[in-house]
T-cell receptor, first 112, second 115 residues
Framework: DARVTQTPRHKVTEMGQEVTMRCQPI?????VFWYRQTMMQGLELLAY????????DSGMPKDRFSAEMPDATLATLKIQPSEPRDSAVYFC??????????FGPGTRLTVT | AQKITQTQPGMFVQEKEAVTLDCTYD???????LFWYKQPSSGEMIFLIY??????QNATEGRYSLNFQKARKSANLVISASQLGDSAMYFC????????????FGQGTRLTINP
């Protein structure tokens, strides 16, 4: 049963610290997405990769967020420095084609 | 720009009844897809069903069916014979089939199934 995995599942950190979230997409999937979910904004796209190349990161605050895919089995989302307003659940999703996107379990980030 | 509207913030339904969750969308694209996801209290996002804009038949997956009315730009989710485990948030989402394949989500509907 192939699944998207994300680590860590929970992260509590202090303002100003660096946060790194990791995602392992489903083997063979060529698209990877990072979403953020908050009560106020709902689900919003942060970044999107196809075949490891970044295609859209317009939803991401560029000054503090960065997203990379060092290889086909790993996607990372970094926040440096973190701020309390970054507290949210961060989801990674992967897919093959336009008719599927499978989500990981999410990373719940709390910045104090 | 694409937009998804879910007009029902919350719904309460008796167990075993059928329930329809509303979703309307706005897009100028001809080729697109519509998804429904379930988010239980555990927080995971569970894929339920997908409908392509050119699919002639309404999509069905077990107790889930998608009532796709293209002219009205609606893609309602129908759950037959609801169960207590169906209580969750439900999100409708849209994707462009060409170009940037990113999902745009609605605000969600919280469904509560009463015993």
């Amino acid at each position: 049963d192939a699944r998207v995995t994300q680590t860590p599942r929970h992260k509590v950190t202090e303002m100003g610290q660096e946060v790194t979230m990791r995602c392992q997409p489903i083997l063979g999937h060529n698209t990877v997405f990072w979403y953020r979910q908050t009560m106020m904004q709902g689900l919003e796209l942060l970044a999107y990769f196809r075949n490891r190349a970044p295609l859209d990161d317009s939803g991401m605050p560029k000054d503090r967020f960065s997203a990379e895919m060092p290889d086909a089995t790993l996607a990372t989302l970094k926040i440096q420095p973190s701020e309390p307003r970054d507290s949210a659940v961060y989801f990674c999703a992967s897919g093959l084609g336009a008719s599927e996107q499978y989500f990981g379990p999410g990373t719940r980030l709390t910045v104090t | 720009a694409q937009k998804i509207t879910q007009t029902q913030p919350g719904m309460f339904v008796q167990e075993k009844e059928a329930v329809t969750l509303d979703c309307t969308y706005d897009t100028s694209d001809q080729s697109y897809g519509l998804f429904w996801y379930k988010q239980p209290s555990s927080g995971e996002m569970i894929f339920l069903i997908y409908q392509g804009s050119y699919d002639e038949q309404n999509a069905t997956e077990g107790r889930y069916s998608l009532n796709f009315q293209k002219a009205r730009k609606s893609a309602n989710l129908v759950i037959s014979a609801s169960q207590l485990g169906d209580s969750a948030m439900y999100f409708c989402a849209m994707i462009k089939r060409e170009g940037a394949q990113k999902l745009v989500f609605g605000q969600g509907t919280r469904l509560t199934i009463n015993p």
